[in-house]
């Protein structure tokens, strides 16, 4: 077996926090570039309410990005994209750093990691990214997503402007705990994600270089796969998390949207919303938008973990040849 620590029972070796700083934050931010028109879309499918109509269907898929190309422009497809590539960054970075630090923690003695500590790390870290960056960033972004304003009309100025604009409304009318609101809905939602995330990627990462451990250098780890070979792998288990906790993700965008009510606590309001949307929409109503978040996840998943297995790769190389070349010194 080869030992590349991929939760499996094999060693690892741990990246620096520099390098999951920069390889973290350059894939997230080509995540969040090619997949954003998709997540604004599964955004608009969880708040239509048109299922609540007598006689009316809800859009789907394509009819939803078609309606707001139309009513917004294309452009329409990234609002939120400055809350996104602003949170990236630091989101990937504590995301990847966190899980190395949790799964350090978790390894046994002599340094293996099993798959049960690949999951614990990779819930903690979905947890830690959620609390530190995600949720504020998912509340700026929901709020500017759910919009309906054309951006090809100067006259049609929208309450929130930008993503900057849209913070400081929010901390200015509501307080800075309106930023967090969802916290653990979101804490949730990513633990989930990214425990499934990880432990499917790095058990279809050890198989791959098992099975062809005799074309790969004695010396490889899982950044020597193929990068295509990277992408099929980071596709599929980007896929499982949402099918997971695809209601979480729906009842968390609706408690997001709009404003806390005075003298209603979160998780009332998350009672509510629950209760109405089956009562008025249905059990269905809870996977809406669950179409374009797989297409945006799953995709968003092979691009992140393909960018960043390349970028660490080569900074980490180029960190061993630094090194070597101090020591010849």
Same mark, same amino acid.
């Given at each position: ?14 990246? &620096? ?5 920069? %390889? /973290?934050?350059? $894939? #997230?931010?080509? +995540? !969040? @570039? ?79 990691? &099993? ?5 614990? %790390? /990779?819930?903690? $870290? #979905?947890?830690? +990214? !959620? @609390? ?198």
């Amino acid at each position: 077996m080869s030992k590349n620590g991929n939760g499996n029972g094999t060693k690892s070796k741990r990246p &620096s926090a520099a390098t999951n700083l920069i %390889a /973290g934050g350059g $894939a #997230g931010a080509m +995540e !969040a @570039v090619s997949c954003h028109p998709l997540d604004t879309i599964k955004v608009r499918m969880q708040l239509s309410r048109r299922a609540r109509a007598p006689g009316t269907k809800p859009r789907g898929f394509l009819a939803t990005g078609a309606n707001i190309v139309k009513r917004e422009t294309p452009l329409g497809l990234y609002k939120g994209l400055g809350a996104v590539l602003t949170g990236i960054v630091p989101k990937m970075a504590i995301r990847f750093s966190s899980y190395e630090s949790y799964k350090t923690l978790l390894s046994s003695e002599e340094g293996t990691v &099993s798959g049960s500590a690949t999951f614990l %790390a /990779g819930l903690a $870290a #979905g947890v830690t +990214e !959620a @609390v530190a960056v995600v949720t504020p960033m998912e509340v700026v972004k929901i709020r500017l997503q759910s919009q309906y304003h054309s951006l090809a009309d100067p006259l049609d100025v929208p309450k929130y402007r930008n993503a900057a604009h849209a913070s400081f409304t929010v901390l200015k009318e509501e307080g800075i705990r309106a930023l967090w609101r969802g916290v653990s809905l979101t804490a949730l939602r990513q633990g989930t994600n990214q425990a499934a995330n990880f432990t499917a990627y790095s058990y279809l990462k050890q198989l791959l270089q098992d099975l062809q451990s005799n074309k790969l250098d004695a010396e490889s780890n899982s950044s020597n796969l193929p990068g295509w070979q990277t992408s099929i792998i980071g596709l599929i288990s980007g896929a499982v998390g949402p099918f997971t906790n695809a209601p979480l993700d729906t009842i968390k965008t609706r408690l997001q949207r709009m404003p806390a009510e005075e003298g209603q606590s979160t998780m009332s309001r998350m009672k509510e919303i629950t209760q109405q949307m089956f009562k008025q929409e249905g059990s269905r109503a809870f996977y809406k938008g669950i179409t374009p978040r797989v297409m945006r996840v799953a995709p968003g998943q092979a691009v992140t973990f393909t960018v960043y297995e390349y970028l660490k790769n080569a900074l980490e190389k180029g960190r061993e040849y630094m090194d070597e070349s101090s020591y010849k010194e």
